[in-house]
């Protein structure tokens, strides 16, 4: 079997553009940054939300499931409508569909129209794959690498920018939902600078998309993450017909799109990369790490903001001392992101997913057993988002390098589904633990609700970290 990913454009395609490489990374680097803000904005303000809202924690998972519900959505048809029409003019309505959620949420005063509004907000999806088919019409592979590492570190920038301006807005403003706004300021600003310094990709065949098949996916694929998200809840027992009606039904939906793909001259996404060893392997290290990362996206922030005299456990902080109590994550992540090129290009890219995998499940142990107070669990996050930025670049990459250049976004977009797909799974996992660990008429579970998530998340870090193992160097590589 041929894993040899086609590496290098042609000469043609390798040609720079007229707009200067400044001003293309300055653009990858808004428009990610402001993909990180949309993202992070809510952590510090979850706590408050239960209040303002009149909602439980584990009805808060919602909000992270109505939003990857969306991104699995929308990623293969933008990232398809990319690479036929253009990757600007896509990403360009990209972002003013998630403008369009965002000032949905800064209005919200209930909790379905954020939640309407998180799921506009999920087309954010779109831009990595988007803005990976411009780079790579552009740069060699080398470059590609580098500016894919940038790209990340700009997304996981954007998380902690999001999250210190919430924080600080919640803080000083009377305003309980003042600090909703943020996302739309950033959205909004990266639409106004990217919209004339973006170029355009020279190659555009142009064409129909695959609607049938895109629908099939969407289709199947959200119901079942929403039989997975549900599972458990009230009223969704795992036995439910509503709760099997959508695992089943979505799991028959997508093995048709499966068969109608494998039948179609121009696909929405080509099925048939996965008959490649090294496609499926960083599929599946992707599932799991990105299942661990979108699992906690709620629970860590949650813990961080309760008092032990609510709860009995907890570190008691304020929004404002959350939101910088989340940043050792986040820095480490981006500094994993940044270093990644340098690790596999002197460790290889095997080790480089199993050392990030590795890192993930031993700061999610370390976690379990040092959380009660804020130094140590500070420390054990950092590691987690260490491991966390090693794997969002190198699992990014391999993606990307893999497919022809004429499907640069889909298959950039492939990996963003299974990001979205994997970050679904997690949050299913831990709100169905939430559910069953939260004692009626409270809206906070008990401690064994974050210790069980975290074992859960070592425990599949762990096994991604075996799977990456079976990754095997291309051929083209081989020494």
Known sequence: MNDTPILAPSPARSALRPTPVAAVIVSLVLVELSSGITQGFLGPLLKGLTTTLHVNVAQLNWISIANLLSSVAFTPILSRLGDLHGHRRVLRWNLAI?????????LSRS???????????????????????????????????RGISFMVAALV?????????????????AVPTAALWVPAVAVGLALAVTWPLLPETEERPGGSADWLGAGLLCVGLVAVTLGLGQGGAPGWEWTSAKTLGCLVGGLLVTAVWVLAELRTSAPVMDVRLFRRRNVVVVAIVTLTFSSCMLGLLVANPVFLSTSRAEAGYGLGLTPLATAFALLP???ALVLGALVAPAVAARLSDRRTLFAGSLLM????????????SLVPYLACTA???????????STRTLAVEAVPHD????????????INVGGSLG???VLSVFAAETAAGRSLPAVTAYTHAWAICAAVSLAGALVSLLYRRPVKEAL
């Open 383 to 393: 590691v987690v988002g260490l491991g966390s930025g090693l794997l969002q670049h």
């Open 407 to 418: 499907q640069t976004s889909v298959g950039s977009g492939i990996n963003e589904l299974l």
């Open 427 to 429: 949050a299913a996992v």
């Open 98 to 106: 998630v403008l369009t959620g965002s000032l949905l949420v800064g």
């Open 329 to 331: 994550n986040m820095l």
């Open 111 to 145: 909790f379905g129209m954020l939640l309407a509004g998180q799921v506009l907000q999920g087309a954010f999806a779109g831009f990595f794959p988007l803005l990976v088919g411009i780079l790579r019409n552009r740069r060699t592979a080398g470059e590609s690498r």
């Open 157 to 173: 920038g954007g998380l902690a920018l999001g999250t210190v301006s919430s924080g600080l807005i919640a803080e000083y403003v």
């Open 361 to 372: 499940a031993a700061g999610n142990l370390a976690v379990y057993f040092s959380h009660s």
